[in-house]
């Protein structure tokens, strides 16, 4: 069965850093485009970073672009998110998301708080 774990979050000042890892098993990870969300309490789930199957292709959402970086090693079929420059507006549970035959897999999610 598919599952995700999530790790690494914690509490950050503004301005700081953390990388958040994703640990996938139970499906061909080199295959799948992987994802990070976030949603903070009362707000909707946002979708935060893609990498594709390889590696190759990023996109991010426009809050985060230029502080964020999203990777990938298949060889341990783990995902990243290196999260630089944080801010208090980036508080959130923050979920790996995997979508395979059609249907969304996620984990349970790592609580980033930014904060003084």
């Known amino acids: 069965q598919v599952q995700l774990v999530e790790s690494g979050g914690g509490l950050v000042q503004p301005g700081g850093s953390l990388r958040l890892s994703c640990a996938a098993s139970?499906?061909?990870?080199?295959?799948?485009?992987m994802s990070w969300y976030r949603q903070a309490p009362g707000m909707e789930r946002e979708l935060v970073a893609v990498i594709d199957r390889t590696g190759t292709i990023t996109n991010y959402a426009d809050s985060v672009k230029g502080r964020f970086t999203i990777s990938r090693v298949n060889a341990k079929n783990t995902v990243y998110l290196q999260m630089n420059s944080l801010k208090p507006e980036d508080t959130a549970v923050y979920y790996c998301?995997?979508?395979?035959?059609?249907?969304?897999?996620w984990g349970k999610g790592t609580l980033v708080t930014v904060s003084s």
């Open positions: 139970g499906f061909a990870f080199n295959s799948y485009t």
């Open positions: 998301n995997v979508k395979r035959l059609g249907m969304d897999y």
